[in-house]
């Protein structure tokens, strides 16, 4: 500040702040390059230092989101948000109205004592899931989601940070202190009011979402390849048990495409029961050189006689649709973990053309192997070594999910069909469910019990970090695929803008001028002028940071009136973690946003109302609840 005088700089953080809010109303432009255009300004005029402005970044809510994108990413690749969603939906079946009740008392139950930001984090996967399960738009729910997360947060003095700076400020001017559920009655008052509120608005508003997403999808998904193929219709799997006479033998010896016309998709092991805790699914291409080991569970195709011959001849252990190999939950259908597969069209230059499978050398030179081949309507499926290849043959091919990435580079052989690594990443690793409900179990136990000496950030970056590490992911760049960045940068960008309004004094003119203008009205005028100014503050700067600015002047307010300062603090929490109207004043309010494909209109249509009776119902109930009284 020392070009500009504290006039000037109040007057161009206005202007900045209003044409950042102005195309963010106008959904132009993307979301977080206006907010670092905004930043930027703020730099340019010095309102902000290069420290302040660059704070957020490592503000630890930011780093707290990153790890909750990538807790979140470990729920659903794992496939625990599809389980736990399921168990939801048996409780409501596919009746909306059941499930938007559910997602809301779930959510906001769980807000009461772990962070909004972590309830959401937790819920946003499972209602994702739970809503495509039940053929809803995830749109319709996961703004309720977000808000229910704040409204929850006012049930307990922890539940959101809000109400930990009014208590602060209470006892350091020497009132009584409020217990852990002083808030509760507040707290349900506002959930019971957001789901009587939300339920018209968000049928209304937030409907037909996603439908543009419908036209994106290109290519066959996995499921319909093994449906298209008929890979699963003569799969069998047979186990090699400990009498069986073929574990040391490779696939090169066993030789069973020529002695008995079956194909070996795939080898599939577990790791032994000593390590219960990481335990995995090994997927083996069987190459050659393979060598089959005891409780191996080889996948194969053919006719039921000839594995019948091959299993009689070899003492091997025929599994039914019932049994599943150690630590698989996939049944008898093949699974995708570690191998996958994929449609090439040869080209009419290929040099493959009237090579034979077995001449071409899929396996020798891309590590691949070729299940079926499809020709115009007939698809050739059994002695594919000798079938030679035409041009425009689609070949079905499996191996590594990293070779089949490679197979794309030889493009003037063929073209890969569609996006086989978009549907990789789809594919869920169920057998590390368990390991991934501990995890989450471990973080929400961090985050509620005060006597683990962990702050929630801590929390969250273990969660996240033993994610990766047991094999959540099926490797670290899944992890980075999962942090949407668009959202980090806006919020980290917007917060240094609460430093700008309160180094300004911005903050304390807007609401100092308020609350002095509406005081000699008497007691509910002042409840109302202080509710409104700090929701209106909210909607641009952090909730924690409006009830840090307004606090003191709540309370200093009410004792030069001579009434209780309580329903007046309380004024303070509830407007300033009741901000619906605006993405980023809440970290809940940002982490739906690329989810729920929602722009900055949806949050004004749907949030503005319910932010105004939720202040209105507020000003009533409040000295019911705290009665004026004197100070």
Partial sequence: MSVLNIGDGMVITLIILLIASAFFVSGKFRSDIVALCALISLLIFQILTP??????????????????FVVGGAIFQTGLAKMISSKILKLAGKNELKLFLLVMLVTGGIGAFVSNTGTVALMLPIVVSLAHNAGISPSRLLM???????????????GTPPNLVIQDTLTSAGFEELSFFSFLPVGLIC?????????????????????????????????QLVNEYSLSDNLFRLKASKSSKIAGQTVLELDLRRKYGLNILEVRRGETAQHRFLKTVTQKLAS?????????????????????????????????????????????TLAFYDIGIAEIVLMPSSSMINQTVKEAGF????????????????????????VKMHSGDVLLVQGAWADIARLS???????????????????????????????????????????????????VMIAGILM?????????????????????????????MSTAL??????????GALVSGLGEFGPIALLAGIYFTSSLMTMFISNTVTAVLMAPIALQSAVQLGVSPVPFLFAVTVAASMCFASPFSTPPNTLVMPAGQYTFMDYIKVGLPLQIIMGIVMIIVLPLLFPFGAA
Wanted: glycine share 6%; hydrophobic share 45%; net charge negative.
């Fill in 502 to 511: 309160e180094k300004t004094g911005v903050s304390n003119y807007i609401s």
């Fill in 363 to 386: 396996r020798d030179k891309f590590n691949v192997n070729v299940l079926g081949i499809r020709r115009k309507k007939e698809y050739i499926l059994n002695e594919l070594g000798d």
């Fill in 51 to 68: 420290e302040e402005a660059l704070a957020g970044f490592s503000n630890q809510v930011v780093i707290m989101m990153i790890g909750l």
């Fill in 144 to 158: 309720p989601l977000a808000f229910a997360s704040s409204m929850g947060g006012m049930m307990t003095l922890i």
């Fill in 288 to 332: 050659p050189d393979t060598v089959i080991r005891e409780d191996d569970v080889l996948y194969i195709n053919g006719n039921a006689e000839d594995v019948a011959r091959f299993r009689d001849d070899y003492g091997m252990e025929l599994l039914d649709g019932h049994s599943t190999e150690l630590a698989s939950q996939s049944g008898d």
């Fill in 409 to 459: 580079k030889e493009d003037t052989e063929w073209v890969v069909l569609g996006q086989p690594l978009e549907e990789a990443s789809k594919v869920t690793l169920d057998y590390k469910a368990p390991v991934a409900a501990i995890i989450m179990i471990l973080m929400v136990a961090m985050m509620v019990f005060n006597f683990i000496p962990v702050a929630p950030v801590t929390a």
């Fill in 468 to 496: 990766v590490l047991t094999g959540c992911f099926r490797n670290v760049e899944a992890a980075y695929k999962t942090i949407n960045w668009e959202t980090i940068v806006l919020f980290a960008a917007m917060l240094p």
């Fill in 191 to 223: 959930l019971a009011t957001g789901i009587i509120v939300l339920l018209p608005l968000s049928k209304i508003f937030l409907s037909k979402k996603e439908k543009k997403n419908d036209k994106v999808v290109r290519g066959k998904s996995l499921s």
